[in-house]
């Protein structure tokens, strides 16, 4: 196997851009950008550096969109630095506070040692868990199913995941930064999935019945919950 690498490609406009490269065992060249705005490529490892090299050129003008893209979504988040999504809408440091105040019955004395985004992943908890109750309740009523055991957990690359053999269903705590609609379509899909364990057709005609909105929010899911937040803020003024 061998070892990652640093590789300058120059864009269009004459700025140099680095893509880390992976050398693994993997059958394509595969170019992504990453959450925090790197771009990494993943290369089989039987490739020559020529190889590599001539793939990542090819790719110059997708990697100088996204670059741009990124920097534009960069600029926009940091006007909304100290702002924290909630249910889709946005909650300023001060009213994080007191809203952690409220639904954990504790004083944050000293809360400015507090970290708060550390507070901030609190709230998503305290408040899924909430508002996880009701929406089970009405839900395993209309489909006619029951989970075993609900968790809400802060889990990094899925929204919910469900053990059909022990009827055992997980939340991610993260979609309290969503709309509200968010919660409830992952809750169904888990809830399906008591029905029929694959994502098979039947599968999605069943989603489509008991959450009709699934796949727009599964787009919204897809996007940053800031600056969703943030046009719902522009959108109602
Ligand atoms: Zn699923």
């Given at each position: 196997?061998?070892?990652?690498?640093?590789?300058?490609?120059?864009?269009?406009?004459?700025?140099?851009?680095?893509?880390?490269?992976?050398?693994?065992?993997?059958?394509?060249?595969?170019?992504?950008?990453?959450?925090?705005?790197?771009?990494?490529?993943?290369v089989p490892s039987r490739l020559s550096s020529a190889q590599i090299a001539e793939f990542l050129e090819r790719h110059r003008m997708?990697?100088?969109?996204?670059?741009?893209?990124?920097?534009?979504?960069?600029?926009?988040?940091?006007?909304?630095?100290?702002?924290?999504?909630?249910?889709?809408?946005?909650?300023?440091?001060?009213?994080?506070?007191?809203?952690?105040?409220?639904?954990?019955?504790?004083?944050?004395?000293?809360?400015?040692?507090?970290?708060?985004?550390?507070?901030?992943?609190?709230?998503?908890?305290?408040?899924?868990?909430?508002?996880?109750?009701?929406?089970?309740?009405?839900?395993?009523?209309?489909?006619?199913?029951?989970?075993?055991?609900?968790?809400?957990?802060?889990?990094?690359?899925?929204?919910?995941?469900?053990?059909?053999?022990?009827?055992?269903?997980?939340?991610?705590?993260?979609?309290?930064?969503?709309?509200?609609?968010?919660?409830?379509?992952?809750?169904?899909?888990?809830?399906?999935?008591?029905?029929?364990?694959?994502?098979t057709k039947r599968f999605h005609m069943l989603l489509d019945c008991y959450a009709p909105n699934n796949r727009e929010v599964m787009?919204?899911?897809?996007?940053?919950?800031?600056?969703?937040?943030?046009?719902?803020?522009?959108?109602?003024?």
């Amino acid at each position: 196997m061998k070892t990652p690498y640093d590789y300058k490609l120059v864009l269009p406009d004459g700025q140099s851009c680095t893509i880390e490269v992976h050398p693994k065992h993997v059958k394509n060249c595969t170019l992504r950008l990453t959450r925090d705005g790197r771009f990494t490529a993943s290369v089989p490892s039987r490739l020559s550096s020529a190889q590599i090299a001539e793939f990542l050129e090819r790719h110059r003008m997708w990697v100088a969109t996204k670059a741009v893209l990124f920097a534009e979504q960069h600029n926009k988040r940091l006007a909304y630095a100290n702002m924290f999504p909630l249910w889709g809408r946005l909650l300023s440091a001060a009213e994080l506070l007191k809203h952690y105040e409220q639904l954990s019955s504790m004083r944050c004395n000293g809360h400015e040692h507090l970290k708060l985004e550390k507070l901030c992943i609190d709230v998503y908890h305290l408040e899924t868990e909430r508002a996880l109750l009701p929406l089970v309740e009405e839900l395993e009523a209309t489909m006619h199913v029951h989970a075993a055991h609900w968790s809400v957990r802060s889990m990094k690359s899925r929204w919910g995941s469900c053990t059909p053999a022990s009827a055992r269903i997980r939340i991610n705590a993260r979609l309290a930064a969503y709309p509200p609609e968010c919660l409830r379509v992952v809750v169904a899909h888990e809830l399906v999935h008591l029905i029929e364990r694959g994502h098979t057709k039947r599968f999605h005609m069943l989603l489509d019945c008991y959450a009709p909105n699934n796949r727009e929010v599964m787009a919204i899911l897809k996007r940053d919950p800031i600056l969703l937040a943030a046009e719902n803020v522009s959108s109602e003024v």
